[in-house]
Every structure is written in structure tokens, then in C-alpha cells.
């Protein structure tokens, strides 16, 4: 498989990239990539080249950029060629730390979307504080306004997502909500409960409430684009502000509380692994005709590597051509039944 990699996405690119590319490339040996980015600062950082191709790009997309505009002018950004490489059918999946709204954009524009998806929407994975668990969280932040047959749709590709990447056979969907009562929410919850429900392909536990989410209630929580980016952000920021305060109390404390940190230690590496971010990989735009994955913009080598991890999870389980096949197998029978004569 081959990867398209925005080398020059990111606050610490390419160095990060760079590193967590050639992880990868040593352990997953059937595994190529195609670096998209300036030559001059991505050559001194490698190693070795063996299955890395790089390819020039003049341009960069900032943070700053306005998404659709920045991939409709920076054709020669390194972002856009990795993108337009995976079109091409030079690569299999996309990955970028760089801008977020103009990797959707390129998702949308470049690769296209899934014939019968609606709005791709993009789906992140969190940790579970009990056990070794997680929960992917869908529609993260692609699309800020959404429909009851969107938010269908993301629990169809929540269910498809977590049982090809995550190999969970029958997967918990929750719908996002303001109470666990099946009549309580907002027209938009109310009308996708009711879509949801009706499947029974689905396992729908029903509404979960944010409150839950780290206590694993469910494998995959369903929401509209603006209010899961809040929750997302809550939950980051929150897991962020704990282990400051924790880090601060402990300085502050004196030497008792040293010494008490010391006999904790193991303990208190275990709360950081639980609740770092980097080990589940980036954020990917579900329904894009190949994978669009996203890593945080301040990722370093070890989200890099295990965002490829991810990717190659993704490819490996088949993830699009099922997705792809049930989708179309779904659009040609709500053809047939328009066809349909009444009566």
C-alpha cells in the first residue's frame, strides 16, 4: 500500500513527520510513502529512502489559509499534491497535520465522497478511563449544521468503521443527547433516534449523555459536526487541565508531596498513557473514497507513527470497499422502490 503524506503539514514539520514516517516504514514492511513537501529540509532528515519517495511541493498551506480558497490557489502545496495523488490513484490514503478545514476540503474536492454518503463526517477516538478501552466520536467537527438522515448515516458508518478498523463484531451506537429518554432532545436528535432505532443492523443503545462517554457507555457516539467539536474540545481540555493541576499540586506540595509522587510514579504514568491522545491515531473523514486522516497540528513522531498504524488498519480491513458496496447496495434499492409504480 502507499501513503500520501503532507510532509510539510503541522507545527513540527517535517521533523515529526520525517521521524514517524520512517517508524513506520521499518516495521510495516509493505508499506510505502510518498512525502509531499520541500526537498531541501525533508532530505537531511532522512535516514534512509528505502520505500519513500519524496516529491517537491513550492507551496504550503498555513493555519491561516481559508480552506476552499487555499486548495483552489496553492495547487503545488504539498497538501494538494498529496491529495490529488490519492485521486490519480497513486496512493492509497491521504494524511496531513496541517490545516484542518483544508484537508476537508481536499477530502471533498479531490478524493470525492462515497456515492449515497450524504456529508462525510469525521470520526475521532477517545480513551475510556476503565479498562483499556476507547470510543470513536462521529461527526467531530466536518460539518456544523446536520440532518436526521446525516446523523443515520454516521451511525451506519460509525458501526462500519469500528468493526473493520477496531475489530468490535457487534458495536454499541449512541446517539448524543441531553438525556437518556428516548423523547427528550432536539428536533434533529428526536427524528435521527427514530432513524436509528428502526435499523436493526445497528446495535442503538440509545441516547447517551456526555457525562458517560469516558465511562465507555457505548463504542460509538453519533452527533452533528458543531456539537461533538465541543464535546471533543471539552474532553481534551479537561484531560489537559487535570494533569496540569495534578503536575502543580504535587510541585507545590513540598517534599512530602514529592516523595508522594515518587511512591505513585507508575500509578501516575498510567493516568498520562491513559489519557494521551496519541496512541489512537488522527481523526478520519468517513466517507471519502479513500482514507483522510488528521492529526493534530502539534502532533510529534509517536502520533505520526501511530496515525499511520491506523491508516493501514484501515486499508488492511477493507474499511472503504465496505463501505463503498453497502452504500451503493442501499442507493440502487431506494432507486428501485422510487421506480416503483403506486398502487
Do not use: W
Not at 141 to 170: C, F, H, M
Not at 227 to 251: F, Q, R, W, Y
Amino acid at each position: 500500500m502507499k501513503i500520501a503524506v503532507d510532509a510539510m503539514g503541522g507545527d513540527n514539520a517535517p521533523e515529526a513527520i520525517v521521524a514517524g514516517v520512517e517508524r513506520a516504514r521499518d516495521e510495516f514492511l509493505d508499506t510505502e510513502f510518498i512525502l509531499y513537501g520541500d526537498r531541501s529540509q525533508i532530505d537531511p532528515l532522512l535516514h534512509k529512502t528505502e520505500r519513500i519517495t519524496l516529491v517537491q511541493a513550492d507551496e504550503v498551506i498555513d493555519m491561516n489559509d481559508e480552506p476552499v480558497r487555499a486548495i483552489r490557489r496553492k495547487k503545488n502545496s504539498s497538501m494538494v499534491l498529496a491529495a490529488t495523488a490519492v485521486k490519480k490513484g497513486e496512493a492509497d490514503a491521504l494524511f496531513s497535520c496541517g490545516n484542518t478545514g483544508a484537508l476537508l476540503a481536499a477530502g471533498l474536492l479531490l478524493v470525492g465522497r462515497i456515492k449515497g454518503i450524504a456529508r462525510p463526517g469525521l470520526v475521532s477516538t477517545l480513551p475510556v478511563v476503565s479498562g483499556d478501552g476507547s470510543f470513536n466520536l462521529l461527526d467531530s467537527g466536518a460539518n456544523a449544521d446536520g440532518k436526521p438522515e446525516q446523523l443515520y448515516q454516521y451511525a451506519l458508518l460509525g458501526k462500519y468503521y469500528a468493526t473493520s478498523v477496531r475489530g468490535i463484531e457487534n458495536p454499541r451506537i449512541g446517539l448524543l443527547n441531553n438525556g437518556t429518554e428516548p423523547h427528550k432532545g432536539s428536533k434533529l436528535t428526536l427524528e435521527a433516534h427514530q432513524l436509528i432505532a428502526a435499523d436493526d443492523s445497528i446495535n442503538f443503545v440509545g441516547n447517551v449523555e456526555s457525562r458517560d462517554l469516558l465511562d465507555g457507555v457505548c463504542d460509538v457516539v453519533v452527533a452533528d459536526g458543531f456539537t461533538g467539536n465541543a464535546v471533543l474540545k471539552a474532553i481534551e481540555g479537561t484531560a489537559s487541565s487535570v494533569m496540569h493541576l495534578l503536575k502543580d499540586s504535587i510541585m507545590n506540595a513540598g517534599i512530602g508531596g514529592k516523595v508522594g509522587a515518587l511512591l505513585l510514579k507508575s500509578s501516575l504514568n498510567q493516568i498520562k498513557a491513559k489519557m494521551d491522545q496519541s496512541q489512537y491515531g488522527g481523526a478520519v473523514l468517513l466517507g471519502a473514497q479513500a482514507p483522510v486522516v488528521k492529526a493534530h497540528g502539534a502532533s510529534d513522531s509517536e502520533t505520526v507513527y501511530y496515525t499511520v498504524k491506523q491508516i493501514k488498519s484501515m486499508i488492511d480491513g477493507q474499511m472503504l470497499p465496505k463501505f463503498t458496496e453497502y452504500f451503493s447496495a442501499q442507493q440502487a434499492a431506494a432507486a428501485k422502490k422510487d421506480d416503483q409504480p403506486e398502487g
